[in-house]
């Protein structure tokens, strides 16, 4: 159950950190080939791709724990909550999605014993079999350091609207935890190639989509405890809120929802990876410092080198608002 020797001295928590494990890319090397992986080992570390979704090559900041303290202490940061990135484990068969998942989950628990007040999960859960998710849930869930799920934007061309995947919301519910939501196969991909616009634009525009499909899929309705956490300062989420309002206002088959997406903006939790002041200013205000939470993309190519300055050297925030952002709005979300 969860780990009470430890309160994870206070600190800055950075809620959006990837990690990938040694026994997890051992399994994707062994087995991910046959199931559509290409492989191939560079001097800088493995690179892998699934479909469209190229990986790495991921080197020791990735891989070893030890890298990763000596720059979570360079950085300020208190606490890391790891997860999984692309290409998560949807596009393995039953046998290995399960397999890939526990090991993962395994790790996370094991990286939290080896450093309990700095690192902490976020469990990956093979989410295109929605009973083995349940049931890697429940699992999970009691694994020390674990606080938290984390999730796709889609999952095999199915949206977070699909009601296969409302038993696994019932129980992460149930559960009490937070849901992470992150891009990995972005939309019209084929138009992003160029410019890295995959990332740079496709990543923001998943988020909305997601956003919005919980909105109007009727999730956030359903499962009124369950609390979700947009990556990327919610992408284009919280700036479209007022056309899908508008939406919501003037078309008859959008009106099954409870309340107008406006209302909604609440119900999720954002990080602050908007690469831009206005952004957590816009958040803030219309949204509240209380929903925003430090992330810094650990440790992608255009991650935050200093996720804690970003906010802590933002002269428009309040001390108190910097507090929360940086520390207690995690610490609360993840029952630290």
């Not at 014993?113 to 049931?135: K, S, Y």
């Not at 977070?160 to 409302?166: G, I, K, Q, R, V």
């Not at 200013?281 to 300055?309: N, T, W």
């Amino acid at each position: 159950m969860m780990s009470t020797a430890h309160d994870h001295a206070h600190g800055p928590i950075d809620v959006h950190a990837h990690w990938y494990p040694k026994a997890f890319l051992d399994l994707l090397s062994a087995h991910g080939a046959p199931q559509g992986v290409e492989w191939r080992e560079t001097e800088k570390g493995p690179q892998f791709k699934v479909k469209h979704v190229m990986t790495g090559p991921v080197g020791p900041r990735f891989t070893d724990l030890d890298t990763r303290l000596a720059e979570m202490d360079g950085q300020g940061v208190q606490v890391h909550a790891l997860s999984l990135s692309q290409p998560m484990v949807y596009w393995a068969d039953r046998p290995l999605a399960e397999r890939l998942s526990i090991t993962f989950n395994d790790e996370l628990a094991r990286a939290h014993q080896r450093a309990p007040d700095r690192l902490i999960g976020l469990a990956t859960l093979p989410m295109h079999e929605p009973d083995l998710a349940v049931r890697e849930a429940e699992r999970a869930a009691a694994l020390p350091g674990v606080r938290g799920f984390y999730m796709a934007t889609e999952v095999n061309g199915r949206e977070l609207s699909d009601e296969s995947l409302f038993p696994v919301f019932a129980a992460i519910e149930a559960l009490g935890m937070p849901l992470f939501l992150h891009p990995v196969f972005v939309i019209a991909h084929a138009r992003l190639e160029k410019f890295y616009l995959t990332n740079l634009l496709g990543n923001p525009f998943e988020g909305a989509i997601a956003a919005a499909h919980l909105i109007f899929g009727g999730v956030l309705d359903r499962f009124p405890e369950l609390d979700i956490v947009l990556p990327h300062a919610g992408g284009a989420f919280p700036w479209l809120v007022g056309r899908l309002n508008r939406g919501w206002e003037k078309r008859q088959d959008l009106k099954h929802v409870k309340h107008s997406p406006v209302e909604y903006l609440r119900r999720f939790h954002y990080d602050t990876i908007g690469y831009s002041d206005a952004v957590i200013d816009y958040l803030v205000r219309h949204v509240g410092a209380d929903r925003v939470l430090m992330g810094s993309d650990y440790c992608f190519p255009i991650a935050y080198e200093q996720p804690v300055k970003i906010i802590t050297e933002h002269a428009a925030l309040s001390a108190a608002d910097k507090h929360a952002i940086t520390e207690s709005n995690a610490r609360r979300l993840l029952r630290l």
